[in-house]
């Protein structure tokens, strides 16, 4: 297990607090080996997507988190959004070179690649706690990126300031009792970002971190759906990764079908329609 930020495996650190991962799915894409479950879900190129995180640090500990957060050295001041927005994008360039004499790669898609269009604001950490996270999203957009902020919900009034093209608000737990017993002591706040997410003019998700005979309980979580109204419901497995082995079994991994059983029991209950999945990735999408 990794133990300090250079531990870290294909992480390539910018500045003082920001990381760029290229993830699975790019790699798999360059070859024509498949893509991530957000091309087939939202039209995202896997090839042309930038996994990033500009906040190395999180404010909850999830039993299911997979990633060391316990790793960044202490730091005096906060880098400039244009600086990570740019060595970001280089960071991109560096990671993908190396592909350049691999075997069976698809050499336009590489070509494309070294242009990201997309950012998936999401690595590792909670990237609201960047207080400039809101200057960081309008950042990518002037250069024409579709901008994915994921946050825990625990930060409600950056959530007031951030206009992303699509909004993803992680559940795990759906009540108080449930959030102290997996993820903390930040409740009050994932409820007031609840509250405000009807109020979103921007692509909103609620995305379910489902852990197999912990929080698989569709009718918890219908009720908080109906109030935040989100565009889109995911329902996706817990993966037994990184970290969270320390916590959890292999036995709380959801197989595909739990996961489409729960997502059916939601939809009934919401009235959301299950609008697509993804077997590989155990995730079912549902819309309004
Ligand atoms: S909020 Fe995300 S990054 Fe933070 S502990 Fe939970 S899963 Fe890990």
């Not at 009792?177 to 409740?187: I, M, P, R, T």
């Not at 921007?202 to 309980?217: A, C, P, S």
């Amino acid at each position: 297990m990794a133990k300090t930020l250079a531990d870290l495996k294909g992480y390539h650190i910018v500045g003082k607090h920001s990381a760029v991962k290229t993830c699975l799915w790019l790699k798999k894409s360059l070859k024509d080996e498949g893509y991530c479950y957000k091309q087939k879900f939202y039209g995202i190129p896997s090839h042309r997507c930038l996994q990033m995180s500009p906040a190395l640090i999180c404010n909850l500990s999830c039993v299911h988190c997979w990633r060391p957060l316990d790793l960044m050295p202490p730091f005096k001041e906060w880098d400039e959004p244009e600086f990570i927005v740019e060595e970001s994008i280089k960071a991109q360039r560096r990671l993908l070179s190396g592909f350049f004499g691999t075997a069976g790669v698809n050499r336009r898609k590489l070509e494309e690649a070294l242009n990201p269009k997309h950012v998936a604001i999401s690595l590792i950490g909670e990237p609201t706690l960047y207080p400039r996270i809101d200057e960081l999203v309008d950042e990518y957009k002037k250069r024409n990126f579709t901008t994915f902020l994921v946050t825990n919900g625990t930060n409600p009034q950056a959530l007031e300031r951030v206009e992303p093209y699509q909004l993803y608000l992680s559940l795990t737990a759906y009540d108080e009792e449930s959030h102290k017993a997996l993820q903390g002591n930040k409740w009050d706040k994932i409820e007031e970002s609840l509250r405000i997410l009807p109020n979103l003019d921007f692509r909103t998700v609620i995305r379910l971190t489902l852990i197999k005979d912990v929080n698989m309980k569709p009718e918890k979580f219908a009720e908080i759906i109906d109030k935040a109204s989100p565009d889109f419901v995911e329902a996706k497995a817990y993966m037994y990764l990184g970290y969270s082995r320390r916590r959890l079994k292999a036995e709380n991994m959801p197989e595909h079908e739990d996961v489409r059983r729960f997502a059916e029991e939601l939809a009934k209950l919401t009235g959301y329609e299950i609008k697509d999945e993804s077997e590989v990735s155990r995730v079912v999408l549902l819309v309004r």
